[in-house]
């Protein structure tokens, strides 16, 4: 399993494609850890013909089976596979629009991802499409359990089978189950969009936001949005700067929305409100409110106890956003699980959250530990600073492991760095116990509490951001936690773009904590100092 190997399979994939007019990933060379790669992925692909295409990760490519009808959980089907080309890990998270004239022309959803293991577990995997004959379980959103995939004859059609165990289902129909798991969207709505999966607003809409006045109807995106009061300041200026009004932030949460929205689409979201400016005093609101657009999509909590907030806002379009803004909703925090499941989280979240008489280079060093410890793990995992005075470091895990588990598995790590470097934290319950020193916060990790969003602002003057970073940007001595406000965040992503986004879905597991644990403090006790 080389990156050479991985290289050489990915040949006929590179020879099908003009990656001059495709949107598509030409696929780099480095293979993943062995032992990482077991990713699996399948998209709905509306081409000349619509077909399923499932991946599934080995020897560092995702080798390819065309299911023209779908898989199904019903173990009483027989679909029609086509082995087809190797396809790099980039393809992993490809949605799209494949334009017209090109190979594979049409469009394409992630219509389900998760995690696969061959059956029994020390099979190789490789070694048994060779021989035509693979049995593997799935860990996805909406397919479980075992399949069979078999050759038939010695070319390349198989047939996939699902096995009669728990999670087969008579009649399970996979055109049932439309939607994207990574944008919630169906192929029709993708192909809508063809450029990017949100567009910002056009100059156009940007010029009759100008020519709005106080308030109005505004038109972003195919939806109209009631904009009031635009020329209220919102934010005090930083140092000398203009003040920021609600126009300006109008203005920056929509031209944002095709970074931010990846962060927010699938899940519900808390709101911090500051109707009288960051200067004033805020609230968090949950619910809906009754006179919101019809169009601003909705999740109701099956679970939700009488009393409680039911029904959330779940933010998947740029009118959302401006809807959001108009309201004074500075602060988003999106909820870490997502709705098809909101018991799995799907980031695990590592706060760093300084004391009075932490410095700086303090929250700098902890992060540095997190990630020695991390990249001893295995994991991928990008730090992120908060637009105030932390530094956050968020993980993708697969959606399998409950509130409790994460919690308790962050709880562990952010130990294991503390023991480096006692001097630094606290793990006293109340600020005023912990004579000013840092916090490592693992209890983020439950349905009630949420980070704020990368590329969220702040209330603070000038409208601080909370930015992703690569890590080896902690050792910049330039960096700030509150560096990039709303009014200079372009540059920024033109020079770096988003390190996180490549992690979104990112379905790893949680490797035990327990043995690791001396390792990682030896380790990065020396690495840091
Ligand atoms: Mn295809």
């Known amino acids: 399993m080389s990156t050479a190997g991985a290289a050489d399979r990915l040949a006929s994939y590179r020879s099908k494609r ?64 086509v082995h087809v080309e ?73 047939i996939l089978v699902h096995k009669h165990d728990d999670a087969a289902v008579g009649g399970w129909d996979p055109e049932q189950h439309p939607t994207s798991v990574k944008s919630g969207r169906t192929n029709d709505e993708g192909a809508a969009n063809p450029d990017e999966e949100w567009l910002a607003p ?6 009759a936001l100008d020519d709005l006045g106080d308030g109005g109807t ?22 000398a700067d203009d003040p920021i009004t609600k126009r300006d932030f ?65 933010a998947d379009r740029i009118a959302t956003l401006a809807y959001l803004a108009n309201e004074a909703a500075i602060e988003l925090h999106p909820w870490t699980a997502r709705i098809e499941d909101v018991t799995r989280p799907t ?45 956050q470091i968020w993980i993708p895990i697969a959606p399998r492991y409950s509130f409790d588990e994460t919690r308790d598995w962050v709880e562990a790590l952010s130990r294991a760095v503390g023991a480096v470097v006692p001097e630094l934290v606290s793990w006293a319950w109340r600020v005023s116990d912990r004579a000013g020193l840092a916090r490592l916060d693992y209890t983020q990790n439950s349905p009630s509490h949420t980070l704020v969003a990368p590329f969220s602002a702040r209330p603070s003057p000038g409208a601080p951001v ?36 490549p992690l979104i879905g990112m379905p790893q597991e949680l490797p035990p904590l327990a043995p690791v644990r001396k390792r990682v403090v030896a380790g990065a006790g020396s690495a840091a100092r």
């Not at 939806?223 to 005090?236: C, I, Q, T």
């Not at 931010?260 to 609230?283: I, M, Q, T, W």
């Open 218 to 239: 505004w038109r972003v995106g195919g939806d109209a949005v009631r904009l009031s009061n635009l020329d209220k300041v919102l934010f005090p200026g930083r140092d």
């Open 202 to 207: 056009t100059e156009a809409e940007l010029e």
């Open 250 to 314: 109008v203005r920056y949460m929509t031209t944002i929305g095709p970074h931010l929205l990846p962060y927010l689409s699938g899940r519900p979201v808390n709101r911090h409100r500051f109707p009288d400016g960051a200067a004033g005093d805020g609230f968090w609101a949950k619910a809906v409110p009754a006179n919101a657009p019809n169009w601003v999509t909705r999740w109701h909590d099956p679970a939700a106890r009488a009393g409680r907030t039911s029904d959330y806002i779940v």
């Open 86 to 158: 190797d396809h790099p890990l980039e393809y992993f998270d490809f949605e799209g629009v494949i334009d017209r004239g090109l190979y594979g022309a049409g469009d394409v959803i992630v219509w389900d991802w998760g995690t696969w293991q061959a059956h029994p577990p020390d099979t190789d995997p490789l070694d048994a499409v060779e021989r035509g004959e693979l049995h593997f379980d799935l860990d996805g959103t909406k397919l479980q359990g075992r399949f069979v995939l078999h050759r038939r004859g010695g070319g390349d059609q198989w």
């Open 347 to 391: 980031w695990a979240l590592c706060d760093i959250d300084p004391g009075e008489a932490s410095s700086f280079d303090d929250v700098l060093v902890l992060a540095r530990l997190h990630r020695v410890a991390l990249e001893r793990l295995g994991l991928e995992a990008r730090p992120k600073v908060t637009g105030k005075r932390g530094v």
């Open 466 to 501: 909370s930015v992703p970073l690569e890590w080896n940007e902690l050792d910049d001595p330039e960096l700030h936690p509150d560096a990039w406000t709303i009014r200079a965040l372009d540059d920024r992503l033109a020079d770096v773009g988003d390190p996180l986004r």
């Open 18 to 81: 003009d990656f001059a007019a495709t949107r598509e990933p030409r696929g780099a060379t480095a293979a993943p850890d062995a032992e990482g790669g077991r990713r699996f992925v399948v998209q709905r692909h509306r081409a000349s013909r619509l077909h399923y295409d499932l991946r599934l990760e080995m020897g560092g490519v995702l080798a390819s089976w065309a299911v023209p009808k779908g898989p199904t959980l019903d173990a009483s089907v027989r679909r029609l596979a």
